[in-house]
């Protein structure tokens, strides 16, 4: 607890990247390096063990676990816990572009499969690859082929991991909704695959495009999740209450498919998200949580949860703990 811009939102950050090398706000660790320093060191216990990450802008990421050097992220990986992360953010799951709900299903992925994680990493460095081919003046058409190969076998594995995925969160989201807004709100999630129904047809019905914009147009990078509230297309007609409470059912719903598919209860990092929820909603998500999964929660001030905590102070740090215990 405690006022804005104090660092909290860097805690919940850290814990991520010590479970999951990655930041929920950003694709590169690099980006969230803090200014003026050449890299960062995280470590924590967790599930009874020792775990250790740092990166550097040239050495890279480094993970320990038990102070052994652990080289392969895959493995680190495997060694650790999962993550549901909710911030304020979230609202862009639902009015935002495309690639937000990408990357909603890619975190989701990567967690539960360590080859989605492989398959999706291999994709974006060959769809870069075959973009600087595009858009090279002297088009070389083997290279070009070569990495259109490349871009069917891992772009078929991405298209039909996430078409999945959907089918499953969906019933979940709609449960998850329910309990959080306690309204007769009909939602629903639909993928729509960028690469239509075969994507080796649609990358020959599209060269003529491709070599124009000097890009790949279609693909699994134009994947999108089609979310609609009582049948109309939730961006546009739902309010904001509304679409807030539709990006909690999907975070909901991605906890409840991780815990389901794995038998892990995930670590649920909550960053400031209960000042935009009225007394009703909040009270809801805190009761759709699940009992036995660890929270972290951030915010400026905790006069809404005293009816069920109370503060104690721990080395001079607010903490809460509940009055039941």
Not at 123 to 138: C, F, I
């Amino acid at each position: 607890m405690g006022a804005n811009a104090h660092g909290k939102t860097s805690i919940l950050e850290a814990v991520c990247v010590l479970l999951r090398l990655q930041s929920p706000r950003s694709t590169r660790l690099g980006k969230i390096v803090k200014v003026e320093q050449s890299g960062f060191g995280v470590a924590g216990q967790a599930w009874g063990a020792e775990m250790q990450v740092s990166f550097g802008s040239r050495k890279g990421v480094e993970m320990k676990v038990d102070d052994e050097l652990i080289p392969r992220q895959t493995d680190y990986l495997s060694l650790g816990g999962l993550v549901v992360w909710m911030g304020n953010d979230d609202l862009e799951l639902v009015r935002g572009s495309g690639r937000v709900r990408r990357r909603y299903l890619d975190f989701i992925g990567c967690q539960l499969d360590p080859a989605y994680r492989d398959h999706l990493n291999r994709y974006n460095r060959v769809l870069k690859a075959r973009n600087l081919l595009l858009r090279d003046r002297t088009l070389r058409e083997s290279e070009i082929a070569a990495y259109t190969e490349l871009l069917m076998k891992h772009g078929a594995f991405i298209s039909a991991s996430r078409r999945k995925l959907v089918e499953m969160l969906n019933p979940e989201a709609v449960k998850a909704q329910h309990q959080v807004s306690a309204c007769d709100e009909r939602i629903a999630m639909k993928y729509v695959c960028g690469s239509g129904d075969d994507l080796a047809t649609s990358l020959e019905m599209t060269a003529e495009r491709e070599r124009r914009v000097g890009q790949t147009v279609v693909g699994p990078h134009r994947d999108e999740i089609d979310l609609t509230i009582n049948g109309m297309a939730a961006a546009d007609f739902a309010s904001e209450g509304q679409q807030r409470t539709m990006a909690l059912s999907l975070k909901l719903a991605q906890g409840e498919l991780l815990y389901r598919q794995t038998g892990k209860m995930p670590v649920y990092l909550l960053d400031d998200i209960f000042g935009e929820l009225d007394p009703a909603r909040r009270n809801a998500l805190m009761n759709a949580l699940p009992v036995k999964a660890q929270k972290l929660i951030t915010t400026t001030h905790i006069d809404w949860m005293e009816d069920e905590f109370e503060v104690i102070q721990m080395d001079g740090v607010g903490a809460v703990e509940p009055r039941s215990n």
